[in-house]
Antibody, heavy 119, light 107 residues
Framework: EVQLVESGGGLVKPGGSLRLSCAASGFTFSSYSMNWVRQAPGKGLEWVSS????????YYADSVKGRFTISRDNAKNSLYLQMNSLRAEDTAVYYC????????????WGQGTLVTVSS | DIQMTQSPSSVSASVGDRVTITCRASQGISSWLAWYQQKPGKAPKLLIYAASSLQSGVPSRFSGSGSGTDFTLTISSLQPEDFATYYCQQANSFPPTFGPGTKVDIK
């Protein structure tokens, strides 16, 4: 069974840092591009960042560029999101999602991890 | 960035009803459109990709159509488990962008 499990969320003060992880299983992780997508409480979906299978191509939303860093460890079947200089508007559930080969369709998604930025 | 809009923002319907949701892109995206279903407290689930291709395991009462800038998601006969929020997403270019969502609730 294909599975994505996020961890690392929590409460952090404005200006603080947090590192999210996503553990993948049930598929050949090193063959797929991976993504982070977030959802603020009661709001819609916002794509955050993408990383290609070999980490050659990395993209960020303008809202997080320069503050967030996506990375992956194919040997550990894991995806990461290092979040620095956090702001209140970064408060959201963060989902990791696999991209279907050659596309930006997101399937499947993890269950999400909540990041709350508040003093 | 390509902007996605959806209408209506919410719809009240009964079991058995036919429901149609519209999605519009701010510029042409060919058939690079997906639809997702999200239930409260759960992750989104891919329903339709490439505008009209049904994801494996998704009931055939769901269908998608359109190309260019205008797309529709149709639920032919609404079932109790279909009450959820539906999002469209363009995958034509970075950044991938989502519509604001359409909430389908019980009349």
């Amino acid at each position: 069974e294909v599975q994505l499990v996020e961890s690392g969320g929590g409460l952090v003060k404005p200006g603080g840092s947090l590192r999210l992880s996503c553990a993948a299983s049930g598929f050949t992780f090193s063959s797929y591009s991976m993504n982070w997508v977030r959802q603020a409480p009661g709001k819609g979906l916002e794509w955050v960042s993408s990383i290609s299978s070999s980490s050659s191509y990395i993209y960020y939303a303008d809202s997080v560029k320069g503050r967030f860093t996506i990375s992956r460890d194919n040997a550990k079947n894991s995806l990461y999101l290092q979040m620095n200089s956090l702001r209140a508007e970064d408060t959201a559930v963060y989902y990791c999602a696999r991209a279907r080969t050659g596309t930006n369709w997101f399937d499947p998604w993890g269950q999400g991890t909540l990041v709350t930025v508040s003093s | 960035d390509i902007q996605m809009t959806q209408s209506p923002s919410s719809v009240s319907a009964s079991v058995g009803d036919r429901v149609t949701i519209t999605c519009r892109a701010s510029q042409g995206i060919s058939s690079w459109l997906a639809w997702y279903q999200q239930k409260p407290g759960k992750a989104p689930k891919l329903l339709i990709y490439a505008a009209s291709s049904l994801q494996s395991g998704v009931p055939s009462r769901f269908s998608g159509s359109g190309s260019g800038t205008d797309f529709t998601l149709t639920i032919s006969s609404l079932q109790p488990e279909d009450f959820a929020t539906y999002y469209c997403q363009q995958a034509n270019s970075f950044p991938p962008t989502f519509g604001p969502g359409t909430k389908v609730d019980i009349k």
